[in-house]
């Protein structure tokens, strides 16, 4: 078919040459249905009386209107790449005004020390917006009784505390810290109950999973209790199970985590037990 949307040479649009191929419209209607998914939020009445206001966004007035044009995507694209640039801004400002004032330790009022190094200066009120369990340390009455109280983080060493300070102050890390304390921050983000650095490291080990970490991901699953993203693992361990079974770390990674080792050898038989299934069917 020659599109009239894709085609190479869709200068002449007239009959028969007004159509458009099935991914073309595919594309279209998918876009259509993103662009009412957002327009119908949870408070729709509240923002469609907004959107009346505001004769410049009269494209998305009616999340229920029966009939939009490309024109009215179109609009609606530009609106929201200028709402996400405001977003980004706002962002940017909140984020350098904590990072200045956690670089220039600007009027810090605790100390956190790690397992190795000096104790870093930080503010209590970051620690306890981003952490109910830090809230709750700095809630109770050994911290309150001094402004300049240190408080010990073990676990992580002075670089660990650092890059988790960080992403505290920051909302993100650079690629190649989070390459280097991904597990470690994977398991301050479980124990401190910090959430959105929790869902970061999950889509950080996932995007890079490969054979060569796949036990150290599936072991820090395991000590998080991530049962779905667990299994996810499994069964990529079990679908490259000759190049790790054979690897060097295996039988470390066994005499650590036998009850994982189990799982491994339980889930590669179920799996050779429904493949073989499978080829008797064939």
């Not at 259509?32 to 505001?54: I, K, Q, W």
């Not at 620690?127 to 983080?153: E, G, H, Y």
């Not at 992580?156 to 505290?168: K, Q, V, Y």
């Not at 650095?197 to 000590?223: G, P, Y």
């Amino acid at each position: 078919m020659d599109c009239s949307i894709c085609s190479s040479y869709p200068v002449i649009i007239r009959p028969p040459r007004n159509t458009i191929c099935g991914s073309c419209l595919e594309g279209i209607r998918t876009a259509f249905s993103l662009m009412s998914s957002f327009e119908g939020g949870n408070d729709r009445e509240a923002e469609t009386a907004r959107l009346e206001s505001n004769q410049s966004h009269k494209f998305l007035v009616s999340p229920t209107a029966k009939s939009k044009g490309l024109a009215d995507l179109i609009e609606w694209m530009k609106h929201t790449k200028k709402v996400e640039d405001e977003l980004s801004q706002q962002i940017s400002f909140l984020a350098s005004s904590s990072v200045s004032a956690f670089q220039e330790q600007i009027h810090t009022d605790i100390q956190i020390k790690p397992s190795n190094g000096p104790p870093i200066s930080a503010h209590r009120a970051i620690l306890a917006a981003r952490s109910q369990i830090f809230k709750n340390m700095l809630d109770s009455d050994s911290c309150k009784s001094s402004p300049c109280d240190t408080v010990t983080i073990a676990e992580l060493t002075h670089e660990e505390l650092e890059s988790l300070l960080e992403f505290l102050y920051r909302g993100s890390l650079a690629p190649e810290k989070m390459d280097r304390h991904i597990y470690s921050l994977m398991l301050a983000s479980h124990k401190y109950e910090i959430s959105y650095l929790h869902k970061s490291c999950e889509r950080h080990m996932l995007e890079n999973l490969n054979v060569s970490n796949a036990l150290d991901i599936l072991e820090i699953f395991d000590v998080c209790s991530h049962q779905k993203l667990k299994d996810v693992v499994l069964s990529f361990v079990v679908k490259n199970i000759n190049d790790i079974v054979f690897s060097t770390k295996y039988e470390a990674f066994c005499s650590k985590n036998p009850h994982l080792s189990v799982q491994i050898t339980r889930a590669s038989l179920i799996d050779a037990r429904d493949r073989k299934r499978t080829g008797d069917h064939c």
